[in-house]
């Protein structure tokens, strides 16, 4: 078994290092290929610390983003791993996952559950919109921040990088997301395609839950009031995941966001943005790390009052000081997915009239 992370962001670096402290703290032994096209010499320095992770040499991998996800998993296939689980590197370990992944057949995919209140979940127009002939209904959308393969994967792997270099999808990445077609918005809507079509759907599938295996971080409510409640009641989740906004990215000071010449709605915006990336488990987990980080920290502080109030009140439970907001902004979802307003956002009248893929129906 062996992980694979990739991240060619320097401004996120952050992540990736509190991704790997946190896989040797709960997963020792573990080897892990790390992919840092940006990596300086004080990087190699500090990685050089940790034991079973190796520095990848591999300056074509720069730029790909969340593209490179099959690319890596294949090269970790290529050198003799018969599991390579990539992670992404704004995801925090938090449990030992080994004995989970192990215990499952070759034949198995993992992946994950999408946040709760992704547009459209699951179903297969994904497909349909890729030319391929759909044949499974998925219950919830992919979220490819976890994915697990063996060599039984190969064509889908494969198959994936196809279609993640198809120029329709190359040119719905150069658009804003809200003007993308759903099935081209990212990756893991395309490996959704790709497990909701044909030639894959026999292809056995684990999705990690949302909200206890993997918790979902985006914005307030990803990690749904629910879900909440039912983790006080479960084993700890593997994975906590920011998705979206990431709280070492914020502002210095929630009183500068005020002072910026923007309207006073974008502003309410991402000052509420703010507050959760304050009060979201990730920067409550990251806290343990912070004295072998070697970075700035001072984003793990707690600077806005409201997240003042909220983490004292709930004696800074990762959990539960989110709760309140979690749910006012549940409330507001319900209500417009009530009224209609998130419906059709990523309509959009490309479909491909034929599949790109050149294999034969592996089921």
């Known amino acids: 078994m062996i992980v694979c992370i990739h991240e060619d962001r320097v401004e996120y670096l952050v992540g990736l290092k509190l991704t790997l402290l946190s896989l040797i703290h709960h997963c020792p032994g573990l080897p892990v290929f790390v992919s840092y096209p940006h990596s300086s010499a004080s990087f190699r320095s ?15 991998l720069s730029g790909l983003g969340w593209n490179v996800k099959p690319t890596l998993l294949l090269y970790c296939l290529e ?5 390579a689980i ?3 590197a704004d995801i925090i370990v938090n449990r030992d996952f080994r004995q989970h992944f192990a215990k499952l057949d070759d034949k198995t995919l993992v992946v994950a559950q999408e946040y709760y209140w992704a547009p459209e979940q699951g179903g297969n127009h994904r497909a349909v919109t890729w ?5 499974r209904n998925l219950s919830a959308s992919v979220n490819s921040g976890v994915v697990r393969v063996t060599p039984y994967h190969t064509e889908i792997l494969k198959a994936w990088q196809v279609l993640l270099n198809h120029p329709a999808y190359q040119l719905a990445q150069s658009q804003p997301t809200s003007n993308r077609p759903l099935a081209m918005l990212s990756d893991q809507e395309v490996l959704t395609a790709l497990l909701g079509a044909e030639e894959f759907a026999c292809v056995p599938l684990e999705m990690l839950k ?3 295996d ?3 971080c985006f ?3 990803g990690y749904t009031p629910a879900e909440r409640i039912n983790s006080l009641f479960q084993a700890p989740p593997f994975f906590i995941h920011a998705m979206g906004g990431k709280p070492f990215t914020r502002s210095a000071s929630p009183r500068a966001l005020w002072q910026e010449a923007r309207s006073f709605r974008q502003r309410l ?27 700035e920290t001072s984003w793990m502080n707690i600077k806005s009052l409201p997240a003042k109030f909220l983490s004292t009140l709930f004696l800074r439970h990762p959990t539960l000081q989110e709760l309140p907001l979690s749910l006012l902004e549940a409330g507001a979802r319900r209500l417009r997915r009530m009224l209609g307003g998130d419906r059709n956002k990523y309509r959009s009248s490309i479909y491909l009239e034929s599949s790109p893929l050149q294999i034969s129906n592996r089921c």
Do not use: C
């Open 46 to 60: 500090w990685a050089k610390t940790l034991p079973n992770v190796y520095l990848l040499d591999a300056p074509e």
């Open 79 to 83: 050198k003799g791993y018969s599991n």
């Open 86 to 88: 990539w992670i992404d």
């Open 131 to 135: 030319g391929l002939k759909p044949a």
């Open 210 to 212: 949302r909200g206890r």
């Open 214 to 216: 993997i918790v979902q």
């Open 219 to 221: 914005k307030m409510s």
């Open 269 to 295: 915006q991402t000052y509420y943005d703010y507050v959760h990336q304050e009060l979201t488990p990730y920067t409550t987990i990251a806290r343990q790390y912070q004295d072998r980080l070697d970075e």
